[in-house]
């Protein structure tokens, strides 16, 4: 359930890594506070574990599916609230750039999503106060499933908000929250039975390793939440305030411009926000005064309307697709004539 | 792609990253930025838009040509990791079906144009992604991280990832190819052996952390992990960083690819 930068739009993208870079600034500051350095390689060597891990398979107990371990959860157990987030922060930056899963943009949203939640908020609300000591491995296995479905409920929701704040997709929030909710209570079930496996196989194995880790990480279970939320909200008020200004002063600009270019002014009035910015800018730097081939989401959504678009921009859809095939002959041409040349031309 | 495939495309990308021809001589604090800019006026198109996306393709295709990156191997990668974006932007052609426009007879709905436009901002994304992997180091991009205000603590981990991810994917090969071997049809594979697995693959995880550790204070590891190849950002650089800038904001804020079919259309009336 990895975001693609391709569903995002950049205020979402970029709020969301400012929230991500606020809770991993944080969480940095205060391990690095009381931390031994033993700590640095057991993270960074149980991140690649993660990896590992997942390139084990197993078949899925009557489905015949596989599936393998997801890993914010049992990082949270194992490492507690700030080294899990940081490792998971790590497993993601990764996959974004080795496997591409997900994008460099997503990856606020990804971290977010997969490692805020299980990190921060499930594992000291909810599996750290039911399993307590830790002796109890029918606890163990309770608060595994519950915490790993809850951070997969909790992680899918948001990428529906994300997908849906965005608005590249047409889903309707109905049917997108179908779609996703069930599909991760499924894999958080799974999951957490594996995750509560490998805690009670661990803890059966070498008791003291759990206990030596719990001891030696700093505050796992205190949290200082206002702390996050301030620094998130913050971040929140800095982005957003960033990016109003940027809607509320380039208006007045852009319509000067665009009655300057176009000899009309005013922008319609129904827009607002950024992309009334963007499709401003893009308005004011339109060259050719009858460019008129506009995103149809500015349109009201009437039927009347839609049936004038054929009239309408005919003329700049084909100007439109001859330009387009031009350009990518072009793109074409420039790859191809730098091959030749590296290679060092036919006579080689 | 199977799970060893994944993994050898892995280590394929990184043997790519320490090539030596323009593209990987750039300072990796500019392609890390550079690369963020690419993304962010990529992704600022509205969900309608197609046309003017595709002068972008200059920007991979420069990389791949300049860095002599194989395009088959990324592109293969990108079709790989696609089903997720294409399972959310599949319902907009179902969802939106208002006909924009008829071209040579057929119409075209609001719907499938915003499908398009998703394919290809995932195709650019993804694509931009990959190639900084390729052609930069992975300790140089973790050394710009450094630079650009991260963490010591932080890097200084994800540096010990990514060293380890190579040595632990292979022990994991290993157990899963010894129970493959004393597995027959589907026993075996269950959630019972693979917890057992994934629990001593973790002891020895730990147990290797902590001789690596060891190893490292042994040669004087004060918990950071400085790096002996010094970066300086050069006029070259620069050059390269103002470049991808200036063609950004061209591609971003003129019609070009409209210009030009107007251009075409004017001398072929």
Known sequence: MHMADALLSPAVGTTLWAGSVAVGGYASKKLGSRLDDRLIPLMGVLGAFIFASQMINFTIPGTGSSGHLGGGMILAILLGSHAAFLVMASVLIVQALFFADGGLLALGCNVWNLGFYPCFLVYPLIYKPWVGDGKNPGRILVASVVSVVAALQLGAFSVVLETLASGKSELPFNAFVLLMQPIHLAIGIVEGVVTAGVIAYVHGARPELIESMTASRPLGPRVSFRKIMITFGICVIVTGGFLSWFASTHPDGLEWSIEKVTGKGELPEAEEGIAAVLKGIQQKTAFLPDYNFRPPESEPKTKEVSSDWPGIDSGTSTAGIVGGVIVLAMVGFIGAGIRFFRRGGPAR | ?269
């Open chain 2, 1 to 269: 792609m199977t799970f060893d495939e994944r993994y050898f495309a892995v280590g394929r990308l990184d043997r790519l990253s320490y090539g030596r021809s323009l593209i990987h001589r750039l300072d990796p604090r500019v392609k890390v930025v550079a690369t963020l800019l690419f993304l962010i006026t990529v992704i600022s198109f509205p969900p309608h838009e197609i046309v003017a996306l595709l002068p972008f393709f200059l920007f991979p295709v420069l990389l791949l040509t300049l860095g002599g990156i194989p395009a088959g191997f990324i592109l293969r990668k990108i079709v790989f990791v696609s089903p997720f974006a294409l399972t959310i932007g599949i319902f907009n052609p179902v969802l939106d079906t208002r006909t924009v426009t008829v071209i040579a007879g057929l119409p075209i709905s609001a719907g499938w144009l915003s499908f398009l436009s998703i394919l290809l901002k995932f195709v650019l994304t993804t694509g931009a992604a990959l190639l900084l992997v390729a052609t930069t180091s992975f300790p140089g991009i973790c050394h710009a991280l450094r630079r650009l205000g991260f963490p010591p603590l932080f890097v200084s981990q994800l540096l010990f990832l990514y060293r380890y991810l190579f040595v632990l994917a292979e022990e994991a090969m290993r157990m899963t190819r010894a129970r493959d071997m004393r597995t027959f049809g589907r026993r075996g594979l269950g959630v019972a052996v693979f917890v057992r697995l994934v629990g001593v693959l973790f002891l020895r995880t730990v147990d290797r952390a902590e001789r690596i550790y060891g190893a490292m204070l042994s040669r004087g590891f004060r918990g950071d992990i400085p790096m002996l190849r010094k970066f300086r950002i050069s006029f070259g650089d620069l050059a390269f960083l103002a470049a991808a800038t200036i063609l950004l904001g061209a591609f971003k804020f003129y019609p070009v690819t409209e210009g030009i079919g107007r251009l075409a259309q004017g001398v072929w009336p």
